[in-house]
Each structure stands twice: as C-alpha cells, then as structure tokens.
C-alpha cells in the first residue's frame, strides 16, 4: 500500500471503531436525539470529510453529477432523517469499497511495471580507454558502451567485442536466453547473463527499442475501447437520470396520495419520510462505480498480460478489433520466413563470370540494409570501398541502380529487366531470383533462398482455430516462391510479385469483401509494409527485426517477431471482452433489480450497500483476471 492508502486504512478502523463504540452507548444509554446526531458525525466525518468536500468542489465547478454527489445527498439526507447508524455506514463501507479498488488498480499497475521493468539506470560509457557510468540520454550514435554481466543493455546497438548470453524475457516473454557474439544487433532492454560485451550504439536512447515500448504501454491507455467509450457516455447520462429518479421518487408519490386523498395533511410527514428514506436507498444503489472502475481496469490487465508476454499492444480499441478479426494478411519476407537470405547460385551470362557477377550485385547493393542486399554482400565475403559506387538509385519494388566503378549496374527483380529493356533468360530456380545487367547487358542471375520460420505453420493453423476465416500472403516475390510458401504453411491465398502500391490495393479489395463487424489485420516488418499496415483495421508489426516505421505504423508490435503470438493475442483479447461483457451485465442486473426493490421499499440501506460496495468489489476482483490470461485458454 502506498501512504494515501494507508491513511484510508487506519481511518477506516477509526472510524468503524468508533462508530460500533458509539452504537452500543446509544443502545445502553437513552440519550437525546441531538446528541446521538453529534455522537454519529464523529465517525461519519473521519470516514467521509474527503467525499464531501469533493461533491462540494463538484457543485462549484458545475459538475455535480458523479459518485461523490450521490454518496454525499445519501447520507445527509440519512441523517437528516435520523437514521445515522445507516448514514454512517453507507459511507464507511463505500470507502472500503473505493479501498480495495484503489489496492487493486495499483497492483496491476505494479504487476505491469514489474514485467515492464526494463527502462536502464544508468550506460558505462567507454571513452579513452576509461569506463563513465553516464545517464543513457547523454550517449551520443556510435558511442561505445560497456554491458556487464547482469546489466541490462542501455541502448540499441552491435557488439564490436565480447560474446554474451542475452536475457530477453522483459521484450518478448520468452525464457530461453540468445546468444550474441561480435557482429549481432542487440536490443536495448536486454539482460547480459555471462559475458562482458562492447556495444557500438545505432541509435540515441530516446529513439531506443526500450524507449518505444514505455511509450507505446504508457500511452495505450488514451486509446479507449468502444466498451470503455459506451461507460464514459453511460455514465453521463446515467447519473443526471437516477439523480432526478430519486428526486420524483420522494416527491411524486407522497404529493399523489395527498391529492387523491389516501393520506391527509397530519399524516404527511411520516409518509413523506418513508419516500424520501426510498429514495436515498435508489441513490446509494444507482452509484455506477462498478462499471465505471472495473470495464478500464479490464482492459488495463488485458494489455498488462499481453505485454508480458512479448505482445504490446497500442490501445485497448485494437485489443478490442482483434477479438472481431476474421481476416489476417501477412508480408513474407521477415514475417513468415526468417528474412535470413542466403546465396544459394550464381549463373553468370555468356563474358561473365560467377566472381564479377556477385562483385557487381554486392557493390550495387552497399547501400542497402534489406535483407537480400545483406546476403549479397555477406557471399561477397570482401571489404566494399564505398569510393566506388555512386549515384545510387532505390527502385521500389524493382531493386537498385548504380554507378560501379564507371558501370550502370542494376540488380533486381524480373520487372527491372523489363523497364529497362533487357533481354533476360528465365531462371527456373526456386528462391529469389536477384537479375544483374552492366551497361544495359545482362550479366546474369543470382539465386537467394529465404527459410519458413518454425512457427510459421502452427501460427496458421492457430489462427484458424480461433476463427480466423481467411490468410492472405502478399509478396514482392516471384510467383514460384510465393507459391511454394504458401503451399508449405496452408495459407488460403497468396499474391506474388506485388509493388508497396499494388499491397494496398489487395488490402483494400479484402476489406470490401468483409461484413458486419468483421475485421482485417496486417502482419508485416519492412518499411514497405508501413502504408499496408495504416490501412488494416489491426496493423501488427514484428518488432525484434521490424523497421522503425513498421513499427510506428502497426497498432501492435511482436517484439519476438513470433507470428505465433498473433493468435495468443486474439486468445487475451476475447477473454478480455468476455470479463468486460461479465462485468456489465452483472452490475447493470444487481442494480437493476435492487432499484426496483428500493423503489418499492423492499430494501433498505443494507441491500444498497451491497448493491453498491459489493458489486464493485466483485467487478474489480473478475476485471483482475485479465492479467492472468494463459495460451491454453
């Protein structure tokens, strides 16, 4: 508990304290009715001094109509009515009530801060030969840091020396360490377990994978749910309502006896009491609290648990879409498969031969951190001299242009063949085929196979089983490869040899076949991907390897970069929705059926009590399960 807290607490025993010493006195000792009134505000106002004066700063600032009024009207009015055991103890156990919710919010905010934990204290900058230990805001791009065996790595970047075991639990939920050696890429947020590493760093920590990822939970918040928009509208309505409610309840029934004759003048009053009594007894029961607290709170632990589990998720409106996706759309290349090329042919043309080729395809290619580029330059094996190439062209879904050594070099697919004119031909391998002309002459082709990921075909079939009535593959590959993953992993559809443009408009004739309140997500990680990804009802980005605009772009980032995680995803999303819906339903029956008894008074201030206290502390406790969300639910 935090000090707030723990005041409540000990004026919670004071005051129930004091409120049964003071009951037994009034039993044992007749005492005047002024006195018991004097005796009975004790406790009320060491319980309740803080509700009043918030229904007070409410009413001055024009806002009047929220729990605070209604608990403050009720319990006046009790006792201005004698029944002062009851006021006081309306107001005792709402603070209970607000009590344990406040506890329960601040454990789950604390269970989330716990698997979230991951922000670093401090980077050992490595200048001179010497060891700072510096704030990480204050480590520039290209600095050297030093990461110790259980420190976690401040700041994104490549180990230049050393070779670790990596604890990358707090990022993706996975338990099984990874190993990096000189060379790797490594993530800030990650845990050192066995060796000392010297990281070269790519990015500032502002714009660091640890940075991103509290600011995409701390934000997540401020895009709400439909559920959570429909409590918001509810409740501004709701309490104005019950508030005039009660209001015409102790008025027009008594003032209706009068009139009709059924009750005359001198008997007015006790008629009237019992009214109003009624009526304070509706206002203690309509106090909307349960929902108000417990449908946020539900999607807060929703996110938490996804969160934990490598999944973070942008907005509990996107969890919410995910329980309604019926359409799931994938990239290839880095989604489904590894993004891990490797050269595996070289057929040079006529004048050709197989060392020129992928010399010519690596240089071209230097600029270029796409995988394949990649590849090309690691078969290369030789040191680049940038010096040599000039006037580099990316051509979006064709490939690249470049000045080599005084040469025009393209390398790409097969439609870059047929814009420049190039007489190519036909491969017949399977893989990606990379085509190279040197002065509009073909040189040849290079052969690059891509490897499925081992999830790929159990997240498939999982996303199925979930209801998942269509998966798409679009691909800027060609036609026999795409085919091939298609028919390995049992996707429904594939499209092959698509440009970021032709992405979108496959997106879009998905979209139109879609009914009701069916939904389509997009799975991608290239930068490519980031317009596709704006477009889909849910956008999901790989985030391990994905690019920053991938990930800016999607509503929901795998940081294991784990297609399989998309269905466990859906799986905490329907169980959210599911507590959600339990949620509302039983507050709105309780408390309709309790407002009916204490319309026709049926109940008193103990059943509204419960009404009230209870069915929140019952709506909290359900809301807390979304944190607990396992895959085999």
């Not at 403050?72 to 603070?95: C, D, H, R, W």
């Not at 796409?370 to 090309?376: K, M």
Request: proline share 3%; charged share 20%.
């Amino acid at each position: 508990m935090n000090q707030k807290q723990k005041r409540t607490l000990y004026r919670i025993i004071i005051s129930f304290t004091a409120l049964v010493v003071i009951t037994l006195i009034c039993r044992l000792v007749d005492l005047p009715v002024l006195v018991q009134a004097i005796l009975y505000l004790i406790p009320y106002l060491i319980i309740g001094y803080d509700i009043l004066r918030k229904a007070w700063k409410g009413i001055r600032n024009h806002q009047v109509f929220d729990e605070n009024f209604l608990m403050a009207v009720a319990t006046v009015g009790a006792f201005l009515l004698g029944e002062y055991t009851e006021g006081s103890a309306v107001m005792l156990f709402y603070q209970i009530g607000e009590l344990f919710q406040s506890v329960a919010v601040g454990k789950s905010r604390q269970n989330i801060a716990a698997l979230m934990d991951i922000r670093p204290d401090y980077a050992n900058l490595f200048v001179d030969g010497e060891i700072r230990k510096v704030d990480p805001d204050d480590v520039e791009i290209g600095s050297v840091i030093v990461v110790n065996p259980g420190e976690k790595i401040p700041i994104d970047g490549t180990v230049i020396e050393g070779r670790t075991s990596l604890d990358t639990s707090a990022l993706t939920g996975e338990s099984v360490p990874r190993e990096a050696a000189e060379g790797d890429q490594v993530i800030s947020g990650c845990i050192s377990m066995t060796g000392v590493i010297q990281v070269r760093t790519s990015r500032e920590f502002g714009e660091s994978t640890v940075s991103k990822i509290l600011d995409l939970v701390e934000n997540s918040s401020m895009k709400k749910a439909r559920a959570e928009n429909f409590i918001t509208r509810f409740a501004r309505y709701y309490t104005p309502a019950v508030c005039y409610g009660a209001l015409a309840l102790a008025v027009l029934p008594p003032l209706f006896l009068l009139l009709t004759g059924t009750v005359g003048w001198s008997q007015l009053w006790p008629v009237w009491s019992d009214w109003i009594t009624r009526a304070l007894t509706f206002l203690v029961i309509s106090c909307p609290c349960a929902l108000v607290i417990s449908i946020p709170l539900s999607f807060f632990g929703g996110i938490g648990c996804a969160s934990s589990k490598g999944i973070l998720v942008k907005g509990s409106n996107y969890l919410e879409a995910l329980a309604d996706t019926k359409y799931v759309v994938f990239d290839k290349t880095g989604t489904l498969t590894k993004g891990v090329f490797e050269v595996t042919g070289i057929y040079p043309a006529q004048g050709f031969d197989e060392a020129g080729l992928l010399k010519a395809a690596a240089y071209a290619e230097s600029a270029s951190g796409h995988p394949i580029s990649l590849s090309l330059q690691k078969a290369y094996g030789e040191k680049i001299e940038l010096s040599r190439v000039k006037e580099i062209e990316e051509l979006a879904g064709h490939g690249v242009k470049a000045n080599v050594d005084g040469k025009t070099v393209l390398a790409g697919n097969a439609k870059l063949m047929d814009a420049e004119q190039i007489t190519y031909p036909s491969s017949g391998q399977e893989g990606t085929v990379v085509y190279v002309a040197a002065d509009s002459c073909y040189a040849g082709c290079i052969v690059i196979s891509d490897v499925i990921k081992p999830t790929a075909q159990k997240a498939i079939q999982a996303l199925k089983n979930c209801g998942v009535k269509r998966t798409v593959m679009l691909t800027g590959d060609s036609k026999a490869v795409a085919q091939k993953v298609a028919d390995e992993l049992g996707l429904d559809e594939e499209r092959s040899e698509l440009l970021p443009a032709d992405k979108v408009a496959e997106v879009e004739r998905l979209l139109a076949q879609k009914s009701g309140k069916e939904r389509l997500a997009f799975v991608g990680d290239g930068i490519n991907d980031a317009p596709v990804l704006s477009r889909a009802d849910v956008g999901i980005a790989m985030g391990a390897l994905g690019s920053d605009a991938a990930i800016e772009a999607a509503d929901i980032v795998l940081m294991d970069d784990d297609p399989a995680k998309i269905a466990l995803a859906m799986k905490i999303s329907v169980k959210t929705l599911r507590i959600v819906r339990q949620n509302i339903v039983f507050a709105l029956a309780v408390k309709a059926v309790c407002l009916v008894l204490g319309a026709l008074g049926m109940a008193g201030m103990w059943l509204a009590i419960f009404a009230d206290v209870g069915v929140m502390v019952l709506a909290v406790l359900n809301a807390t399960r979304a944190l607990r969300i396992r895959a085999d639910e």
